[in-house]
């Protein structure tokens, strides 16, 4: 790859996927061993294209499947290419309240821009029943919760975060997922990304950090 073509991706990188390393770790103080992992996954201004491939290597390791968790889902932005999305990330809530790394996400499709200061979904237990919620345009809300009840409610919830226009003529399926099960935790939101033209610019137009 020319040297020219390489610092332009790497450029992208630090815009786009630096921000995601330091909104997986959290807002609260971290060990000593995660100040030094998080160094290591934050791609700089001088690697190379073989460091900066380790960097994402060694994310995807800790965080598996969860490389581009706060990025606009490709997906959603077929056909037109650029329907705005709010990306909205979870983290496991321990017994004591505590709010791990936030490499949950839920992404919704043809968001209202209302910002919020608290959550805007309640918190709620993952698990393998799977819900989709098909809008006007076919885009779609995914995710998994721990049953049907949980599934639905949670949907229920997120709803009123959509564009009514793209409501009209919704669907929503609800049942188990296929593939590897998956971890039944309770998670909480604790963070909103705005992406007002979907992949097109995947810098979000603002960020809501979530209150408790």
């Known amino acids: 790859m020319p040297v020219r073509d390489w610092a332009k991706i790497r450029k992208l990188f630090i815009s786009n996927f630096n921000p995601i390393v330091v909104s997986a770790f959290g807002s609260e103080e971290l060990s ?8 290591a ?11 900066a491939n380790s960097r994402l290597t060694l994310y995807s390791q800790k965080f598996p499947n969860q490389a581009i968790a706060a990025v606009p889902e490709w997906w959603q932005v ?8 709010l990306i909205i990330l979870c983290g ?6 505590h709010i791990g790394y936030l490499i949950y996400p839920i992404t919704i499709p043809h968001p209202k821009t209302t910002r919020h200061q608290t959550s805007p979904i309640p918190d709620y237990k993952k698990g393998n029943t799977e819900a989709i919620l098909t809008l006007k345009d076919n885009s779609k809300v995914i995710l998994n919760a721990y049953d049907n009840d949980t599934a639905n409610s949670l949907m229920e919830a997120i709803k009123p975060l959509i564009d ?3 409501l009209e ?6 049942g188990l997922r ?4 998956l971890l039944e935790i309770t998670v909480t939101a604790k963070e909103g990304r705005y992406f007002s033209q979907g992949l097109k610019n995947t810098k979000p137009d603002w960020i809501d950090k979530y209150t408790q």
Do not use: C, H, W
């Not at 000593?32 to 160094?39: R, S």
């Not at 791609?43 to 073989?50: Q, V, Y």
């Not at 496991?92 to 309240?97: F, P, Y």
């Not at 003529?169 to 609800?174: E, M, N, P, R």
């Open 41 to 51: 996954m934050t791609i700089k201004a001088n690697d190379s294209s073989l460091i």
């Open 164 to 166: 009514p226009t793209y």
């Open 178 to 181: 296929k593939g590897q099960a």
């Open 92 to 97: 496991e809530k321990n017994d004591k309240g």
């Open 78 to 85: 077929r056909p037109e290419g650029k329907r705005p999305q």
């Open 169 to 174: 003529g919704s669907f929503t399926k609800v």
């Open 32 to 39: 000593q061993n995660d100040v030094a992992l998080k160094d």
